[in-house]
């Protein structure tokens, strides 16, 4: 193993491991400290089965409700999102950025630099699991909270071996197709859908054995923290993380490294066939370069066709599993206590609006449009600088207001495209499941998302013309979405905060229960008016400062 | 503000903090000319260029290009210039003629013919990705994208990096044809072979300063050259040393070796009054010489004596 090697990705990745370790100990904090004021002893009367989905020991109070939401499911999500980004950077990363060829210049093996990242992604998931663990440590007794029953020590064995499993698919693919954007694609989409899966087919007895098949099962399948270590799952899991860094070594052997370099993309391919080329040349090839407003949507367009596809099909898959679901199964979620509903995201599942919001709408969808729109708005004016493009941009003769509002442009055009997809992937869904949930109410649901959507990606856009880093807009505007989403479904069950969800922007998304009710159009129209203001702030941000690249 | 002017500032000056990136710049290019603007790195060369450009915005003083407000008029401005900027970075997944393309169309189109023609002088293939170019073939599209609206004038920052001598020379072709069309061009380089050949006037930066401003002639015929006689008997040093401009005197038997920077008349006289020349090199003065002079003269902050 190269030592430096290790320490370079280690410095270079061990600001982000820190703020998503941090991040989602403050949650876990927050979280506690906020169910603590809800009257917990309905846990206690719930079904055993309910216990099963929540992942919740028996005789677990508002611990385990906490640990079980925050750590259980979002903390495994941003550790393993942390661990896909590192992993597919490792070999891929290098690849693209141009580097790897100067590293292997230096008389070390590939072999060496391969073990050497793949020490430092186990190192740096390992620190991100201290950092909960301490966090679990400490912040029961801050708050007092019973912690009988709950193994957070197993909970946090399982999240470590979990995400080393993550990030090292993401390396093995990387190494092997020398793509991050592949890598980080198959492995975060992997993680998503195992996540989803094992949450909804248990649901379903027909559908119960498929978990098996998603390595996500054998992470959460056994409910470590109410059950302990469960070694065989363990080792599947490391057994397949050992033969991930074999296959990654098998990869980055045999193949001719690339140093820089661009994919030859279906487009290419047709542009240079003869027969195609005109037609491509006219449709894909010049129009994309037609101007900002396309060349901009065109950058994005992998991506929106990527996140318009998964809202389009998990709208349609929400509603064949509204129907598949036995009819016992949503009396219980019926009978749910009111806090619990409350405390798992308002929605009530018993009934198909609340299923759709609950299961889809709620965080879902949101976050699926805000990867895509805050990418877009940090790109936009932070990453032109950061790619150096910005100079040539702006000494064509159009003034920098134009070159933002262009990209705001293409900004609208992309999420309204996810937005009409959410809509047609719900309503179908909804036909099929025979949800008897109006078209209008999905197509209101859908806009309303939407506008958030481009809130957020305003968000990014503001920080990305004050700054110029895509760092601090990307990381920025994340932080106010999480904030945002905390602040509407946590405030309201404590009796003091209620109001203050109001300043959540989530509060104008599904306040109004738009699956339910009729569209509020003050909701729309404050959105509206809150991404037209952070745009017109943007602007002048953009205009006065000094410009990198 | 004077229209017979590419490029003029007064007092531009450019803090980042406490660092005096330009101070008191004041600069005039005129039309019709290539102005080499020389200075190692760091001096302030880009500074300066992305000053005018009006992506960064002076801490004091004003620039005007082609006598329009830099930061005022600077739409304006953008349809009449050409900008190589330094460490060029393009998209690297559009084609070379996709990125013309793009530029062009920001720019409200241009002659296609004569961005073939560009092509065709600078041997460059604009059917492959940028990202698949090498440097120098990815700067060839940089210069024609600077090139190809027949911009007034063309600012370029190191534009020749990675670029082969062949194309090399064309390029220089190419500039000195803008300034004969009475067009100029704003060549910022620490190539000074290329500077020589090309510019018509030289600024040397030193440290954010501009300390000369002079005709690449001028600068020459001041410049130290290295005089070397052969003699048929042995020179004495007080044969050379009351002439002015000598600024050093070797000798060695029969040689002398003079460094000097006055006028070659008056040495020769004063080298054929005791003896008989049997062999003369004259070194050609060039900017290098006179480039490094100056950063000698900043190291030791005193005058050359050679």
């Known amino acids: 193993m190269l030592a430096n090697v290790f320490l370079k990705t280690g410095r270079d990745r061990i600001l982000g491991v820190f703020i998503g370790g941090v991040s989602v100990a ?93 020490a430092a992604i186990m190192g740096l998931s390992l620190l991100a699991v201290l950092l909960l663990w301490g966090a679990a440590a400490i912040t029961p007794g801050m708050l007092s909270v019973d912690m009988t029953g709950m193994m957070v020590g197993s909970l946090l064995v399982h999240l470590f071996v979990n995400t080393v499993f993550y990030g090292f698919l993401a390396m093995a693919i990387g190494a092997w197709a020398g793509s991050t954007s592949l890598a980080s694609g198959i492995s975060a989409g992997l993680m998503v859908i195992g996540w989803l899966a094992v949450g909804i087919f248990p649901l379903i007895s027909e559908l119960d054995f498929l978990t098996e098949y998603f390595p996500w099962y054998y992470y959460a399948g056994s409910q470590p ?161 950061q790619k150096h493009t910005m100079g040539l941009l702006v000494a064509s003769p159009i003034s920098r207001r134009r070159i933002l509002i262009q990209k705001v442009v293409a900004m609208v055009g992309l999420a309204a495209l996810v937005g009409v997809a959410t809509f047609l992937g719900s309503w179908s869904g909804g036909l099929i499941g025979d949800a008897g949930i109006a078209p209008i109410r999905f197509a209101a649901t859908s806009l309303l998302l939407t506008l958030l959507g481009l809130v957020m990606g305003g968000v990014a856009l503001v920080l990305s013309a004050a700054f110029g880093r895509t760092s601090v807009a990307a990381y920025g505007a994340s932080l106010v979405a999480l904030l945002s989403y905390f602040v509407f479904s946590f405030f309201p069950l404590i009796g003091g905060l209620q109001g203050w969800s109001e300043l959540s922007p989530f509060h104008y998304y599904l306040g109004g229960s738009p699956l339910e009710m009729a569209i509020d159009w003050g909701h729309v129209g404050v959105l509206a008016a809150l991404f037209v203001l952070l745009v017109a702030v943007a602007v002048p941000l953009f205009e006065r400062r000094d410009l990198r690249g | 503000m004077n229209g017979n002017l590419a490029i003029e500032t007064k007092s531009l000056t450019k803090h980042y903090g406490d660092v005096e990136a330009l101070t008191n710049l004041d600069l005039q290019v005129r039309m019709g000319e290539v102005f080499g603007f020389l200075g190692p790195n760091g001096a302030g060369k880009t500074t300066t260029i992305r000053t005018i450009l009006d992506l960064i915005r002076p801490t004091s003083g004003t620039a005007s290009i082609l006598g329009m407000d830099s930061h005022q008029k600077s739409v304006e401005i953008r349809n009449h210039i050409g900008y190589v900027p330094d460490d060029l970075s393009m998209y690297p997944n559009l084609t070379g003629r996709d990125t013309l393309t793009y530029f062009s ?130 020179p004495n040093s007080s044969e050379f040393e009351t002439l002015p401009g000598v600024r050093g005197i070797e000798l060695h038997e029969n040689r002398a070796v003079i460094s000097y920077d006055g006028k070659i008349d008056a040495l020769l006289q004063a080298a054929t009054r005791h003896h008989n020349v049997v062999d003369l090199i004259i070194e050609e003065a060039d900017l290098e010489e006179i480039f490094l002079t100056y950063y000698r003269d900043a190291e030791r902050d005193t005058p050359v004596k050679a």
């Open chain 2, 105 to 234: 169309n920001l720019r409200g189109g241009v002659d296609w013919s004569y961005v073939d023609q560009l092509a065709e002088r600078l041997d460059s293939d604009l059917s492959r990705k940028i990202g698949d170019l090498s440097s120098g073939n990815r700067q060839k599209v940089g210069l024609i994208q600077a090139f190809m609206n027949k911009p007034r004038l063309l600012i370029m920052d190191e534009p020749s990096t990675g670029l082969d001598p062949l194309v090399q020379k064309e390029f220089q072709a190419m500039m000195r044809e803008v300034a004969e069309e009475g067009r100029s061009v704003f060549l910022s380089s620490h190539t000074l072979s290329e500077v020589q050949r090309v510019a018509d006037r030289v600024g040397i930066i030193r440290s954010g300063v501009l300390v000369e401003v002079e005709s690449v002639q001028s600068l020459r015929s001041k410049a130290i050259r290295r005089v070397e006689f052969e003699f048929d008997g042995s």
């Open chain 1, 225 to 385: 923290l109410a059950n302990g270590i469960h070694w065989g799952h363990l080792a599947l899991l490391a057994g397949a993380s050992l033969g991930f860094v074999a296959v990654a070594y098998v990869g980055v052997g045999r193949r001719d490294l690339k140093n820089g370099g661009t994919k030859r993309g279906v487009i290419d391919r047709l542009r240079d066939n003869p027969r195609t080329a005109r037609l491509v040349e006219r449709f894909a090839g010049s129009a994309r370069v037609s101007g900002i407003v396309a060349k901009t949507a065109s950058d994005h367009q992998a991506l929106t066709a990527i996140v318009a596809s998964i809202l389009f099909y998990l709208g349609l898959l929400y509603g064949v599993f509204w129907r598949l679901i036995p009819e016992n199964v949503l009396q219980v979620f019926q009978d749910l206590p009111e806090a619990l509903i409350a405390a798992i995201g308002g929605a009530d599942m018993g009934t198909a609006e609340g299923w759709f919001q609950g299961e889809m709408f709620s965080l879902t969808a949101p976050i699926a449009l805000f990867v895509l729109t805050i990418l877009v708005g940090t790109r936009a004016l932070a990453g032109e600088e």
């Open chain 1, 26 to 118: 403050l949650l876990l904090l927050a979280g506690l400290a906020i169910y603590r004021e809800i009257d917990a002893s309905f846990i206690n009367q719930l079904p055993e089965f309910y216990l099963q989905l929540l992942s919740l020991p028996e005789g677990a109070g508002v611990a385990g409700l906490g640990f079980g939401a925050i750590l259980n499911t979002i903390g495994a999500l941003t550790l393993g999102g942390l661990a896909i980004s590192l992993g597919s950077s490792s070999i891929a990363g290098e690849e693209a950025n141009g580097t790897l060829g100067l590293l292997l210049a230096n008389p070390v093996s590939r072999t060496r630099v391969l073990l050497s990242k793949a």
